[in-house]
């Protein structure tokens, strides 16, 4: 019997995109809605997502600095799970120095300056395409410890059933852990709820249900990675089918309506399951 295939392919960051893009008059009035000189208007930010949206869709290459920053870390935690060395980054260690030195008292000028190396390790500097991060080794440590004994990297498929015909929802966990799934976020700031509105709480506890693994509860870690500290929070969130399923259907069928809508601006076809 022939089994009959998905209409599209989508994955999570897809709909995170495309919400942002409905949510751009939220977004604009929380960031610049008491600004006398905002950087746009709201119609220009409007554009600005929209064409976010498609050129996510079409795969078009952009260089993030958050984006590598969160792949630099979500790397160095992977491989200290793994116990492996990376062919993705450049990783140094950075070992803690004491300065001692003395300035002369009648003009300032600096008599001597020894440095030495304790050879405690405090962090790691990590190198990325032309970027590089400095991750404090306590922070490293704290995630990679957390996740002890997690599957990294874990591909996950599933078929959501839509108006507009069945979906493949697919992507890879960060870390997937007996009774969690959980995904690494870095960022510059944190506020509650952040990724209420993200849809991997969605996706991952689905796929892997239609893989035949019930996990259900889902993490966003969050470090929020400053030039001298650093600070983590968690966001946590329960998949229950019968309240979560409805609403991914229904954002995955907006997503789709919008598909359809610019069908004619979309040029990597791969979103569509028959490449047309």
């Known amino acids: 019997m022939k089994t009959k295939q998905p209409k599209y392919n989508i994955y999570p960051s897809l709909l995170d995109s495309f919400e942002q893009y ?3 008059d939220i977004i604009w009035e929380k960031y610049w809605g008491v600004c006398e000189t905002p950087p746009h208007t709201p119609e220009e930010f409007h554009d600005i ?20 920053k969160g792949t630099a870390f ?20 950075v070992y803690e120095k004491i300065i001692e030195g003395a300035c002369a008292p009648h003009n300032g000028k600096p008599l001597y300056c020894d440095v030495t190396y304790t050879g405690k390790i405090i962090g790691l500097n990590v190198k990325i395409g032309e970027r590089e991060f400095f ?53 510059s ?8 509105r993200n849809s991997q709480h969605l996706v991952y506890p689905f796929c892997l249900m239609q893989m035949g693994n019930d996990v259900r509860t889902f993490e966003y870690n969050v470090a929020v990675i400053g030039k001298y500290n650093y600070e983590t929070f968690t966001e946590s ?19 789709i309506q919008f ?14 399951n028959n490449g047309k």
């Open 259 to 272: 598909l359809e809508d610019n069908r004619e601006l979309i040029t990597d076809k791969k979103i569509f």
């Open 74 to 93: 979500n790397e160095v935690v992977d491989c200290m799970i793994e116990h492996r060395k990376s062919d993705k980054v450049e990783v140094e260690k």
């Open 189 to 196: 700031q944190y506020s509650v709820g952040k990724y209420k």
């Open 237 to 255: 969130y329960e998949f229950v089918p019968s309240r979560d399923i409805p609403v991914l259907q229904q954002r995955c069928e907006d997503f």
């Open 22 to 24: 409905v949510d751009s």
């Open 49 to 68: 997502q929209f064409q976010a949206v498609i050129d996510r869709i079409n795969r078009v290459p952009y260089d993030n600095e958050a984006v590598a």
């Open 135 to 187: 991750f404090p080794i306590g922070l490293c440590k704290e995630f990679a410890d957390y996740y002890k004994g997690a599957v990294t990297q874990k591909y996950v498929e599933g078929i959501l059933p839509t108006a507009f015909g069945d979906v493949k929802l697919y992507g890879f966990i960060d870390e997937l852990m007996p009774l969690s799934v959980h995904d690494i976020k870095t960022a």
